[in-house]
């Protein structure tokens, strides 16, 4: 499987934006997905995640009630629609897959896409 992240860009505090995660493969609809992300100086952690069908999600404290993850298997693609930014939510965002359920641990996970940036600040 293969991960392409994209959507990232500057965003005001209060603002919205949408990741979008391609994945190639005819097997994606096999793979529960997650979204991490690295902010400056920080470790990656885990923002959302969701399991293959759509049935289950997690999301961190920090995120919750803001953040949505989504996915489309007829796209093959994964979403995270992000409201209500905050500047410590700038950081690189990362897709990811695992061919199981998902966890929370980054080295859960079996593929990952390449990064997209997100900046939040006035």
């Known amino acids: 499987v293969q991960l392409q992240a994209s959507g990232g860009g500057l965003v005001q505090p209060g603002g919205s934006l949408r990741l979008s995660c391609a994945a190639s493969?005819?097997?994606?609809?096999?793979?529960?997905m997650g979204w991490f992300r690295q902010g400056p100086g920080k470790e990656r952690e885990i923002v959302a995640a969701?399991?293959?069908?759509?049935?289950?999600?997690y999301y961190a404290d920090s995120v919750k009630g803001r953040f949505t993850i989504s996915r489309g298997n007829a796209k093959n693609t994964v979403y995270l629609q992000m409201n209500s930014l905050k500047p410590e939510d700038t950081a690189v965002y990362y897709c990811?897959?695992?061919?199981?359920?998902?966890?929370?641990?980054?080295?859960?996970?079996?593929?990952w896409g390449q990064g997209t940036q997100v900046t939040v600040s006035s």
């Open positions: 990811a897959a695992v061919y199981s359920s998902y966890g929370l641990s980054e080295y859960e996970y079996d593929y």
């Open positions: 493969g005819r097997t994606f609809r096999s793979y529960d």
């Open positions: 969701i399991s293959w069908n759509g049935g289950s999600t």
